[in-house]
């Protein structure tokens, strides 16, 4: 009886210790626009991936932000919330409002390493965080708008759906498809340059709401049963595949004579499957699992003072429905 009492209690020391190490495990925390975007999902295995290949050296990928993407308010609000918690030691941040965000770090100033994952920070501001980890989204602007001239030489008229109004990435998305569409720089909207034009009403602005995306689709595509281009700057559209098959119903004679293209941006599963059913053209796809799995270790690298480059790429994929099967390269 003696025996197994020291054993129990052995076992109990053992599992305490092993608790207590857990609680001890420095925080690295990546905080995305919104946990309600399938796109950060993938961000979130990326973490879970590094979680499981480092357990017990003395570090933990937490993924969180705030439940709706479209709450810049409580993005900055759990941002500062980790910023006052002792254990949390390196941050990874994809601002939905760049303004805002680095507003913030201003006045918190905060002691930790801080960085940017997806989504950055204005060229102003890149000063308050240490790299930005993720694509790069002029370039992939230059490629939605590589591909549709590819599809449509002659130009013609286009929409163009973004997500945040002040969304740095997105923003620098559009301004790279502009350009290249224009053959100009710093073209704020296509007016026959390039031979494009963007139609009245547009670009519209999801606010990374995934309903609004697909209902502003159907309506444009019903005020204007003669455009030539529809551009997801974004996927959200195609996050829900059931209302983008739908909306993509009323079109998809058009798609298939090629008189309407679609781009879009990302590559997830859904999308995919949109790209290969014909419900789209092209898409270019980001690495969000990769991002999230890359982001812990640099943040250790900052804490250890290791020379990290101001800006890391994560690269993009390029699929069309004749390359759909081997398009992705990470």
Not at 212 to 221: G, H, V
Request: glycine share 10%.
């Amino acid at each position: 009886m003696k025996k197994l009492l020291t054993a129990t209690l052995a076992l109990a020391a053992l599992g305490l210790a092993s608790a207590s190490a857990m609680a001890e495990d420095k925080i690295l925390a990546i905080v995305v626009k919104g946990l309600d975007n399938p796109f950060f999902e993938q961000v979130n295995l990326g973490c879970q991936k590094w979680n499981g290949e480092n357990e017990g050296k003395g570090y933990k990928c937490l993924y969180t932000g705030p439940a709706s993407s479209a709450d810049e308010a409580g993005q900055i609000q759990v941002v500062e919330d980790l910023l006052n918690r002792p254990d949390v030691v390196a941050i990874a941040i994809s601002p939905s409002n760049a303004p805002l965000m680095a507003n913030l770090l201003k006045k918190v100033q905060p002691k930790i390493p801080v960085m940017t994952i997806d989504a950055d920070l204005s060229a102003a501001d890149a000063a308050l965080r240490k790299t930005y980890l993720g694509t790069d989204n002029y370039l992939m602007g230059v490629k939605f708008a590589e591909h549709l001239k590819a599809l449509k030489p002659e130009g013609g008229t286009v929409c163009l759906q973004l997500g945040n109004v002040a969304a740095d990435n997105i923003n620098a998305r559009a301004a790279g498809t502009r350009d290249t569409l224009s053959g100009q720089k710093g073209i704020e909207r296509l007016a026959g340059e390039g031979g494009w034009t963007e139609i009245d009403g547009c670009p519209v602005f999801t606010n990374d709401q995934i309903d609004l995306a697909n209902q502003q689709m159907a309506d444009t595509f019903t005020a204007n049963p003669d455009l030539t281009a529809f551009m997801l700057i974004g996927g959200w559209a195609q996050f829900a595949p059931q209302a983008y098959a739908q909306v993509t119903d009323q079109v998809m004679d058009k798609l298939k004579s090629m008189a309407l293209a679609i781009v879009a941006g990302d590559t997830l599963p859904p999308q995919m499957d949109a790209l290969k059913a014909g419900r789209s053209h092209v898409q270019v796809g980001q690495r969000p699992f990769e991002m999230g799995y890359r982001a812990p270790s640099v943040m250790i690298d900052l804490l250890d003072g290791k020379p990290v480059e101001p800006i890391i790429y994560t690269g993009l994929d390029e699929c069309k429905q004749d390359n759909a099967d081997s398009c992705i390269g990470g």
